[in-house]
Every structure is written in structure tokens, then in C-alpha cells.
């Protein structure tokens, strides 16, 4: 069965088991890696993307769901709170093994987009779908309050490399 | 999507030797083509050899490549799991070398020894773990950095036609000033690379350090990781590879008796069902088929031999072991049986601790593609030179006829260093069963991760203490818990029948007392255990800690000053326990609210000294961590800010295990199988509040991957102790458990 959807922006058409997860179409069908596999069952978050802006767990999701809507995954992360999020975790060194972490940017910035400047409790709350083995939980929270500051002055950076 | 030679994240626009020259040019190095080895892992592999005349070689030796485009890229020996290898190992590359941090990139090496074996391991297995990496490379690293160094200045002085001893070196500039002349080292890399290997090189004085130690180092993969381009094995995508995965014994020990494929090759998408050694693999065109394939197969299993047992039976049966008298002698001095008889206060405690699982984030996955005469693997390996060896042994080849590409791993806490390599293997086997008709990825499921066994063995311990009115201690312990080591290739790491990885970091090893008797039991389970960060310290260390608070109770005595009398002997421990109580206020009182209480401990593992101080709030039997006050010995920094993520997150792997960390068996079935049952901590448990601080050393390096974790668990239990008067034995925290007991 044929499948239309747009990811990143771009109209795509994926010829796929309707009930295949997002996560692997966009993975095994798309080469779209950056979007990770940990669970399969909603219960760990490397999997988030963004539905129509909304945080969403693809490893759940059956591609047939999400047929003429609109998908962002960490590769076409854009716009200022997206930036912020991206340029405060390499300011902060929040990565460690680094596989949870493109699910940790999907939600923060999402929590950003939303709430400019959430407090630690709304982190927490935001957050705690989403599961780091290597627990970079502190330097999460400090990166989000400081992508929360570069937005409020405006100052977006892009990342650099 | 695959790129061959990537393994940092600028590594994509670097210019030089791809892997397969390297691979080619480093086997040269060997047959003599090189010229001038004498200091390991100096030689010049390439860019200098007759014939290579190239205005744009690079300068290529073992551990450091400078190419024209002014990068230079470590090739890095260890893996890179979180722990910050890819940083730390630059680092001291470009300090000797006196380059600047925004031209340093980073590689993995291929599998090669003793080139890159781990001289912490003797040299002769590349592997990476007992967070050595740092320790082991230092002066390897340090060496390879200067050498590098003076074959830029000495190409300098040559062009320049000036005294070598008149060049300085600084952030990648290598200068005359007399003469006014200015080269990077981009400029000199094809130049340098002519001049011969010098036999002796000068190191730094520390005092003269601008990059080891340097708080600002930016994480050599933190963008890639931060953008989802950082590439891991499961992202590894090979022209036709197809995805497996296996359906293995439902018990440890069961094989498969028979299996019928018909309905799993019925599947769309489903290639291909095959039997290997571990069980049936399900070969199909992506991840979904493949699994889908599985859903529908259907295997007969031979349990004749499998553990039956579950874990209740098990720790009854250990507690019964405690009881006899046949036990292995770990440590004994004095008199203990009589010291005890004469105390004059006695405490006892038993301990149970569960098996863990290590749930890295990325499930185990590896991708194989062979040939007749070939087989190349892509994996985060931790253990280079066995998961060789074992692959090589799973499709008939010989370790040399196999290729190693050691990705990224998303996580391993010990996991994927394992002594039959079983998810190489198993790819290999499932690459040798179908034929090498196509490259093929293995992706274990987090329900494989969590039921696949390797965890953190079972333990018991029971332990009576006592002080005499003199104040000496007496400290008798029965450790029982399955062997790591016994069986394995590594057993001959155990000496007089005893394995330190089942009872190292005890009491008696770490505190000076006056009687102790240490003894242990290695019960014969089927239930495969394995290293789990900071393997035995993540048990010996809480018996011990909690143990020496209850003392420290009894005698009436601070739990600080107590422990200090007993750590006359070891500076290093009394300079961290005091760091962290001064940094956390311990000398004044803690606020009197009802719930809340702190406690401390400190421990010495892998060569470091680590001492926590956590402060809890108790509702309703439910333990909130609010902050802990961190302090670590571990030699000299190298970089610092790394040593400070490796304790937060030593501190947040323990606290999963204190307050969550349980598998358990009923009938040798796993009961747990995913997130859900298998707990781990989420952003919203971690302690507000987290200090690190780094006692100042000039020691060499020691390890800071493990030793965050031991600390954690009992200094929470002594401050549950200190807020409820609930002493908390036994792990996971229960306190309603507890407080029945």
C-alpha cells in the first residue's frame, strides 16, 4: 500500500506495511538514522519525532497514521527553538553515548516551542518520557534553562558543523 | 548512509588516508616499510614511504594523523560508549603536541594488537573497559603527541634552515621568531613526514599544561550527537544488508530442539530463516518484517539442560551456602572469631542484591558482511581482539580474514565486553547461514536486551562487625555470588580460587582493621552474569559502607569521623571523604524536618577514590534524592568537565539500580522484558542538584567511568538511615519491606 507523507519538509511516498511503525519507515525505508530505536513501545523516547509539531513516540505510530501529515525528525529540526536547544547541548556537553539524545533535543524543543520558559518541574514533566541510560538528566535541564535565555534575547545561534 | 571511515563528527570532510589504506599502510609498518620503530606506537605508517612522494601526504603514525587540510585526527584505540574517550584521548595527543583544540578530530582504530592492545591488559587484547582507557593511553599518547611535535619542528627547521631548538610550538602554529617564519601544521604535514622518527622525545613538565586539565573543552562528538548524525551500528545501511533477528531459548541453557519457518516465511519481507548456535534467526528486508517474521515462528525447544530455578529459590539457596562452612578465603588478619566474642558492640546485617540487566539505550546490534575469504563487522566493540576471534570462528575464517569497524556505541556499562562476543557471533553465524548472499544487521529488540542474560550477578552477603572498647574493629563477611571469571578465557585472572571481580572493594581491602575475615562462595546457577559498571563494587561497596555506618551508630561516633579513624593508612580516601563533607556542609547540623537526612560514603575503585554525601526526603516510603555533593581522586584530570559527567552519571546508573534495578526469574523464565518492568531513572528522579569537585593530584590518570557508582546506593541508604531510622539492606530500596523486617 501506498503511503504519503511529508517528511522534513519534503512530500514523500513509502510503498510499506501500513501497520509498520513510523520509526522504521523512516529509518530502514527513508536512511533517515538520526531518529533511534529503543524500546518499541513508547516507554523510552529515543524514538520522538515531531507530528505537526507535536512530540511524538514513531516506534508506536503506524505510518498509516500519519498519512498526509506533517513529520519533522532531528535531521530537519529547524527554527529558533530547535536551534537553541541544539547549540545550548553542545555548550553544555550534554551527550554521552549520545543514542537517546536526538529524542531528548525532539522533546525539549517542542517543550520550548510551547513554553519559552519552563521551569524545572515543567522539564521534568516534559521530559521524563524519555529515557538516558548515561543520566545527562542535570545537564539537560541547565541546557533547556539556557536554550529558554537565548531565545528570550532573541539571540538564536545556529549550530555550527 | 554509511559512511566507511567515519567515526567523529567532522571526520566527513577530512582529507587523507581512508581506512583501508590505513588498515593497508599500518600492516606495511610491520614488514619493515617504515623505518626507525623505536618507540611503541610512534612509527610512522605512512606519507614518508620511498616512493610516496605526495606534496599532500599526511603525516600518519599509529595514534596520530596530521593531513594537509591542518586537522589532526587521533585514532582512537578505545571505544567510545558516553565515557569520553573521544575527547580525553585528543586531549592528550594535542596537548603534547601543543595543537589547538578546534583542529583535533577523532577515529576509531581497527582491530589490530599488540599495536592497540590495552597495556592495562598486558598489551596483547584491544579492549576497552575497568575504565582504563585514560590511564593506559597516557603515556602511550603523550609520547605519540611529542613525537609528532618534534617531526613538525624539525621539518620547520630544515625549510627554514634554523636551529630546531629555536622554534616554538603553540595552537597549531609552528613559529621562528628571528627569522620571522609562521607554519601550521598542515604546511609541515607532508614534510614532516619525511623526517626520520626521533628515538627520544622530551614530555611536558605538567606545570605547563594548557589543554589536559582545560574545564572548556567542548566534546569532540558533542554536535554529532546533538543532531542525530553521530552514527551507531544500528544506523549502519550497506548496499542489499538485510535485518535479522533471533528467537533464543526462553531459559538460559535451553537449545533449539526443532523449529517449523513456514508461516515466519510466509511474511512479506521475510527473506530467509536459519538456524545458529543461539537460536533462529529471522532474516528480512527491514526491521519490521523481520520482526514480524519472528512473531510468527515457531521453535521447539531442548530445555534438558537449561536453569529451571527462579530467583526466590536461588537467594534461598544462597542464604543456605552463607550458613555452611566450605568458602573460599578472600582476606583473614587477626583473630576475628575471638575479636567478635569480646566486642564491645555487635552488628550484623544481611544484604541481598538482585541481578541487573545493563539496558544500554542502543540495543546490542551488529552488522556482518562476508565473503570467502573475508568478514567485516560494524559494532560498538568493547573487545576488539575476542569479538575478532569469535567472529572468526562462527564463519571458519581466521581472526586476521577479520575486519573490525568499531562504531559509536549508545551505551555499555560492560555489556557488549563479553567473553563469547554473543551478538558478533551471532551475526557472523547468521552471515555464515545464509551464505554471505548479503551484508546482514543484526538488531537485538529491548525485550532480547532485557531477557538476554549477562547481568549483574545475584549476591548475598552477610556480615558481622564489632568495636572493642579499644576501638578496633572486627569484620567478618560471607560473600556469595556467581564467579564471573571461573570458566571463561579470563579465569586465569583469578588467583589462589578467588575472582576479584565477585568480591573486590570488600571491607578488608578498604578500611585498616584490626581482625577481618572475608570469605565467598561461587554457587553453580545457569544464569550467565557478567561485568555491570563497576562489576563487584556495586555490591561490596554498599555491605561495606552501610556496615561502617552501623558501627559508626554503635559506637556513637559521626559517620566522617568514625571513618577517618579507620582510613589512617590511605590519604587518598581521608582527602576525598573530607572534600565532599566540607563541600556539603557536613560539619554543620542538617536541618531537623521530619523525612529528610543525609549520609555518606566513599570508595575506592579502578584506581580512583570517589565519596558521595546525598541528601533524601522520605513521603510516604518513597525516597526523593535532593542533591549530592560529589568528590573524586582520580590522578590528574585530563579533561575535568568529563570526569564531571562520568560522576553524574555513575550517580544516576546507581540510583536506577538502588531504587529500581530487579530482574528476577520464576521457573528460569526473566520476568521482566521492557521498560515498564525493568525500571530505569527518568530526568524528573535525578537529584536536583549535583556537585562534583576534583581533588587536586599529580598522580597519572586513574579511572572515572565506574568509580561514580559504588558510592551512591549506600550513601542513600545511610541518609533513608538518618531520616526514618530505617536501615535499608538490600536492593532495590523498599522501605516498606524494610520496615517490616
Redesign the interface.
Known amino acids: 500500500m501506498s503511503i504519503k507523507l511529508t517528511v522534513n519538509g519534503e512530500a514523500r511516498e513509502l510503498d510499506v506495511d501500513p501497520d509498520m511503525p513510523l520509526l522504521w519507515a523512516i529509518r530502514d525505508h527513508l536512511q533517515l538514522t538520526g531518529t533511534k530505536f529503543g524500546c518499541g513501545m513508547a516507554l523510552c523516547g529515543a524514538c520522538t519525532v515531531h507530528i505537526d509539531g507535536q512530540p511524538t513516540r514513531s516506534c508506536v505510530t503506524p505510518v498509516s497514521a500519519v498519512q498526509d501529515r506533517k513529520v519533522t525528525t532531528i535531521e530537519g529540526l529547524s527554527g529558533p527553538a530547535g536551534q537553541a536547544v541544539q547549540a545550548a547541548w553542545v555548550s553544555l556537553n550534554v551527550p554521552q553515548c549520545g543514542y537517546c539524545q536526538s529524542g531528548q533535543v525532539m522533546s525539549a524543543a517542542a517543550l520550548l516551542a510551547g513554553n519559552p520558559r519552563p521551569s524545572d518541574a515543567d522539564i521534568d514533566s516534559a521530559l521524563a518520557g524519555n529515557i538516558c541510560r548515561c543520566a545527562t538528566y542535570v545537564r539537560i535541564r541547565s541546557a533547556i534553562h539556557q536554550a529558554a535565555e537565548t531565545l528570550a534575547a532573541g539571540t538564536s545561534a545556529p549550530t555550527k558543523g | ?1 554509511y559512511y566507511p571511515h567515519v567515526a567523529g ?2 571526520a566527513s570532510s577530512r582529507i587523507g588516508l581512508t581506512r583501508r589504506e590505513f588498515l593497508r599502510l599500518t600492516t606495511l609498518a610491520g614488514s619493515g616499510l617504515t623505518l626507525g620503530i623505536v618507540l611503541p606506537g610512534c612509527a610512522r605508517t605512512g606519507g614518508g614511504a620511498a616512493g610516496d612522494g605526495a606534496a599532500a601526504a599526511p603525516l600518519s603514525m599509529p595514534f596520530v594523523r596530521i593531513a594537509p587540510d591542518n586537522t589532526v585526527t587521533v585514532i582512537s584505540k578505545h571505544l ?5 574517550v573521544w575527547t580525553g584521548l585528543p586531549a592528550i595527543v594535542a596537548e603534547e603536541l601543543d595543537a589547538s583544540w578546534e583542529q583535533m578530530r577523532v577515529e576509531s582504530a581497527p582491530a589490530q594488537v599488540p599495536l592497540y592492545g590495552n597495556l592495562a591488559f598486558g598489551g596483547k587484547i584491544q579492549a576497552t573497559g575497568g575504565s582504563t582507557a585514560t590511564a593506559n593511553s597516557w603515556q602511550q599518547l603523550r609520547q605519540a603527541g611529542a613525537t609528532a611535535r618534534a617531526m613538525l619542528v624539525a621539518a620547520a627547521a630544515k625549510e627554514w634552515n634554523v636551529p630546531a631548538g629555536e622554534i616554538t610550538v603553540s595552537e597549531g602554529v609552528v613559529t621562528h621568531a628571528g627569522a620571522g617564519r609562521k607554519a601550521s601544521f598542515g604546511e609541515l604535514a607532508a614534510r614532516a613526514a619525511r623526517e626520520p622518527v626521533p628515538t627520544a622525545v622530551p614530555l611536558k613538565d605538567p606545570a605547563n599544561f594548557k589543554i589536559v586539565g582545560n574545564e572548556k573543552l ?2 569532540l ?12 551500528a ?2 549502519v ?1 550497506l548496499p542489499g544488508m538485510m ?1 535479522a533477528v533471533v528467537m533464543r531459548p526462553p531459559r538460559f541453557g535451553g537449545k533449539v530442539g526443532s523449529f517449523d519457518a513456514s508461516k515466519a516465511k510466509a511474511v ?2 521475510v527473506v530467509d530463516v536459519v538456524q545458529i548456535p543461539r537460536g533462529v534467526a529471522v532474516v528480512g528486508r ?4 523481520a520482526r ?1 517474521g519472528r512473531e510468527a515462528l515457531s521453535v521447539t525447544w531442548d530445555e534438558s539442560a537449561a536453569e529451571k530455578r527462579g530467583t526466590a529459590e536461588l537467594m534461598k539457596e544462597y542464604r543456605t551456602i552463607a550458613q555452611g562452612k566450605e568458602a573460599v578465603i578472600v582476606a583473614e588478619h587477626g583473630d576475628v572469631e575471638r575479636a567478635l566474642g569480646r566486642a564491645r558492640k555487635r552488628v550484623e546485617g544481611e544484604f541481598e542484591f538482585p541481578y541487573l540487566a545493563h ?5 546490542l546490534t551488529a552488522v556482518c558482511r562476508l565473503s570467502p575469504d573475508k568478514c567485516e563487522i560494524w559494532a560498538g566493540c568493547q573487545f576488539q581482539t575476542i569479538d575478532q576471534a569469535n567472529a572468526a570462528a562462527a564463519v571458519g575464517l581466521t581472526p586476521a580474514q577479520v575486519s573490525i569497524n568499531t562504531l ?6 560492560g555489556r557488549r565486553a563479553n567473553p563469547d562476543s554473543d551478538y558478533i557471533a551471532e551475526v557472523a553465524s547468521i552471515a555464515k547461514a545464509t551464505g554471505g548472499r548479503y551484508p546482514v544487521r543484526l ?1 537485538w ?3 532480547d536486551d532485557i531477557t538476554g542474560g549477562r547481568y549483574r550477578p545475584l549476591n548475598y552477603h552477610r556480615v558481622t562487625a564489632g568495636i572493642a572498647s579499644d576501638g578496633k574493629v572486627a569484620y567478618r563477611q560471607r560473600i556469595v555470588g556467581q564467579s564471573i571469571l571461573a570458566g571463561t578465557p579470563f579465569g586465569a585472572m583469578m588467583k589462589n580460587g578467588v575472582d576479584p571481580t565477585a568480591v573486590g572493594g570488600n571491607a578488608a581491602e578498604q578500611y585498616d582493621l584490626a581482625h577481618a575475615h572475608i570469605s565467598w562462595n561461587d554457587p553453580k546457577v545457569g544464569v550467565p552474569v557478567l561485568w555491570w559498571r563497576s562489576v563487584e563494587n556495586t555490591h561490596t561497596a554498599f555491605s561495606k559502607e552501610v556496615m561502617i555506618d552501623e558501627l559508626a551508630e554503635a559506637a556513637g561516633q559521626d559517620p566522617v569521623a568514625f571513618r577517618l579513624g579507620l582510613l589512617g593508612s590511605r590519604p587518598r580516601h581521608v582527602a576525598a571523604l573530607k572534600l565532599a563533607a566540607e563541600k556539603a556542609g557536613w560539619d554543620q547540623a542538617f536541618p531537623k524536618v521530619k523525612g529528610r537526612g543525609r549520609g555518606i560514603a566513599v570508595h575506592e575503585s579502578f584506581g580512583s577514590v570517589v565519596a558521595q554525601v546525598a541528601e533524601v526526603t522520605v513521603h510516604d516510603d518513597k525516597i526523593s534524592v535532593d542533591r549530592v555533593v560529589c568528590a573524586v581522586d582520580c590522578g590528574i584530570a585530563v579533561t575535568p ?2 570526569v564531571k ?1 562520568q560522576m ?2 555513575g ?3 546507581g ?2 539500580a538502588a531504587l529500581y534495578g530487579k530482574i528476577t526469574l520464576t521457573d528460569g523464565h526473566v520476568d521482566q522484558s ?3 518492568q525493568y525500571q ?5 528522579e ?3 542538584v ?1 556537585e562534583v569537585y576534583i581533588v587536586p593530584s599529580g598522580n597519572p590518570p586513574s579511572g572515572v567511568g565506574e568509580p561514580g557508582t559504588p558510592p551512591i546506593a549506600p550513601a542513600v541508604a545511610n541518609a533513608v538511615r538518618a531520616a526514618t531510622g530505617i536501615r535499608l539492606r538490600s536492593l532495590p530500596f523498599d522501605l516498606a519491606a524494610a520496615r517490616k523486617a
Open positions: 548512509m563528527p567532522q567510545e560508549a558516553g565515557q569520553g567542548t566534546r562528538d558533542a554536535r554529532a550527537k546533538s543532531s542525530g548524525r553521530q552514527q551507531f544500528i544506523d545501511m535485518t512479506p519481507g527491514d526491521m519490521w518484517s514480524k539496558a544500554t539505550m542502543e540495543p559509536a556505541a549508545g551505551g555499555t556499562f538488531i529488540t529491548r525485550e568537565d568529563v559527567a553524574q552519571s550517580i544516576g546508573y540510583l536506577s521492557n521498560f515498564h530505569v531513572l527518568r530526568i524528573n535525578m537529584p536536583r549535583v
